[in-house]
């Protein structure tokens, strides 16, 4: 669903290293990539993780071989909003969600992604 193939993976972590949810995470970029190389989709679909990337794809420009986890993750929230038949987040929760610190690059990608 992403055309990203996971198994060009080489788990370095520098995705996860430039990753500036890493800490918000409990699954982090690398983790995104080999869960899906292993077919382990599950608990990626269940995890909280899967809604605080910010799709800044830090984590596709620091990759050396060119995998991209942010696609991965996107195509896991897919799945996820598919599953459901409606997305994790209405638009009218998400000013509520918002900090006068937050990039607004997370800002226009959140009213994209949830907004009609």
């Known amino acids: 669903m992403s055309g990203v193939d996971p198994g060009k993976c080489m788990t370095c972590g520098k995705c ?9 995470m409990e699954y982090h970029p690398h983790q995104f ?4 190389k292993k077919g382990n989709i599950e608990p990626l679909m269940r995890s909280e993780s899967l809604w605080q ?4 794809f830090a984590c ?5 071989r060119g995998v991209e986890p942010a696609k991965l993750i996107e195509a896991v929230r897919l ?3 598919r599953e459901k038949g409606g997305n ?8 509520g969600k918002l900090d006068e610190n937050m990039p607004q690059q ?11």
């Open 53 to 56: 990337c910010l799709s800044c």
């Open 33 to 36: 990539v080999s869960m899906v």
């Open 106 to 116: 997370a800002i226009t990608s959140a009213f994209r992604k949830y907004g009609k």
């Open 60 to 64: 596709m420009e620091r990759c050396p």
């Open 88 to 95: 994790h987040l209405n638009a009218q929760e998400i000013p």
């Open 79 to 81: 799945l996820v909003i």
């Open 16 to 24: 996860s290293g430039t990753c500036p949810a890493y800490d918000e």
